[in-house]
């Protein structure tokens, strides 16, 4: 069945470093992805998405593009802060949302 | 973007009690509300989909006498655990829409049964 598998955290990391958060997945026909954010003690909300091969959604400063070569949609930063720490989750769409684990950043100033 | 809220936030009950969470979309009308369990370290995963006035569908392996969804109004949905037992503890999250591909989540509630 379809699967998204993202990499374990925490990721941990000082403040203006550059974050990449690895995302791959399993589908059959051609989903939409996303990424997800969980700030503490809230809800998730919808960072990114993108709909179809080579798009690249982006929002925030934090960017992600649907490769369908590799089946992965990678998230990315290139100074991250203090702000974002938070747990991400990567996910796929086909007729429901499927997540991947999550993965907790730390950004220390 | 829109506000979901989800009562209570936290629950401690006893074994065989039945505990009831609500799901509210504050500033719209929700056609459709989704009912997620999550586990420690784990994904969030799917338990139903319910929209208004109909009944919910429910995931494979879900036991629906054991988690009874209503979806009384377009702003209210309650996910009501029936005679709960330890391994029911758990973090459950509601979500709702209002079109495809457009969920709002709720702040998640946390069960967890003695």
């Known amino acids: 069945g379809d699967s998204v598998t993202q990499m374990e955290g925490p990721v941990t990391l000082s403040e203006e470093a550059f974050l990449t958060i690895n995302c791959t997945y399993t589908?059959?026909?051609?989903?939409?992805l996303f990424w997800y954010v969980q700030y503490p003690g809230e809800g998730l909300q919808l960072l990114l998405k993108a709909t179809k091969a080579d798009d690249k959604g982006s929002n925030k400063g934090f960017e992600a593009t649907y490769r369908k070569e590799t089946t992965s949609f990678h998230l990315e930063k290139g100074s991250v802060q203090v702000s974002d720490s938070a747990v991400y989750f990567c996910?796929?769409?086909?007729?429901?949302?499927?997540f991947g684990t999550g993965t907790r950043l730390q950004v220390f100033p | 973007g829109a506000v979901v809220s989800q009562h209570p936030s936290r629950v401690i009950c006893k074994s065989g009690t039945s505990v009831k969470i609500e799901c509210r979309s504050l500033d719209f009308q929700a056609t459709t509300m989704f009912w997620y369990r999550q586990f420690p370290k784990q994904s969030l995963m799917l338990m139903a989909t319910?929209?208004?006035?109909?009944?919910?569908?429910?995931e494979q392996g879900v036991e629906k006498d054991k988690f009874l969804i209503n979806h009384a109004s377009l702003t209210l949905s309650t996910l009501t655990v029936t005679s709960a037992h330890p391994e029911d503890s758990s973090f459950y999250i509601c979500?709702?829409?209002?079109?495809?591909?457009?969920?709002?989540f709720g702040p998640g509630t946390r069960l967890l049964v003695l």
């Open positions: 319910s929209n208004e006035g109909s009944k919910a569908t429910y």
């Open positions: 996910a796929l769409n086909t007729d429901k949302l499927i």
């Open positions: 979500s709702a829409s209002r079109r495809v591909e457009t969920q709002y």
């Open positions: 589908a059959t026909g051609y989903p939409s």
